[in-house]
């Protein structure tokens, strides 16, 4: 009963030294994770949801997301925006004017960017919701190896026009850090001195969790267990007592090791 005991225990020890190991693992990624600094432009996107436990005054339902996939890390920004009739109708018309500018200009190098900027800007007056104006952002950053097994989420809310922004922000499901690990990722000459704080995710994601969990406590046991019970097997193949290494090839019969009182394991003794 007390060996089923100490089995039970070691077990339970390695899965709780797999899961310390499987969130570090994940921490890692997150941490270092290349941030993308171009302004992409956004999909509509149908079926997107928003992640759980965001303020009660976000949209429905979010209309555009941003993707930025690599080893170990996933990171998504979903975003919704509000804006009233009127200046639904107001930017609907500067645009067509913006358009019918950079189309005429001979400058393919910054006509291009330019209608992708406003295609952009014209996805976001048609995708919005009616209402005051306000931008609504929601971060998610899902990290782990070698599945993903942990999430968390920062959310932003700009309630209100520029210039004056007034922001509101928080963070769900993770610790946040001031880490600058220089991986921001950027076509384009960085000027400045480009920021963001980390996030370390918390949020376990199933069954990445349990699988990354799993497959660490595997490598522990590897790595703290697994010699001790080759050393054991190695030392009874050879006739010697499991525990002390005494050699038990002259002692036949005998129920226990004369050297240290370690039971005899049951196997032909060479004489």
Known sequence: MKRWLLKLALFLLL????AIVNVAVAWAFAAYAPIPLDIGIV????????????????????????????RGFERSELAAFRRSFQERTIGSEILNQEQAVWESRDEPELREPMLQDIAHRRSVLESSEDGNYSDYRAICISAGWPLLSCV?????????????????SGVVGAAEIAWNPLTYRTSTPVTMNAFENRLLPFIPIWPGFAINTGFYAVVLWLLFAAPFVLRRRLRVKRGLCPKCAYDLRGSAG?????????????????A
Request: charged fraction near 25%.
């Open 43 to 70: 999909t509509h996107t149908e079926g997107l949801r928003w992640p759980a436990r965001l303020p009660n005054d976000f949209p429905t339902r979010p209309t555009h997301v941003v993707s930025e996939h690599g």
């Open 254 to 270: 005998a129920e226990a090791c004369p050297e240290c009182g370690n039971a005899m394991v049951k196997r032909e003794v060479v």
């Open 152 to 168: 968390g989420v920062r959310w932003l809310a700009d309630r209100g026009p520029p210039p004056n922004i007034p922001r509101a």
């Open 15 to 18: 899965l709780g030294g797999g």
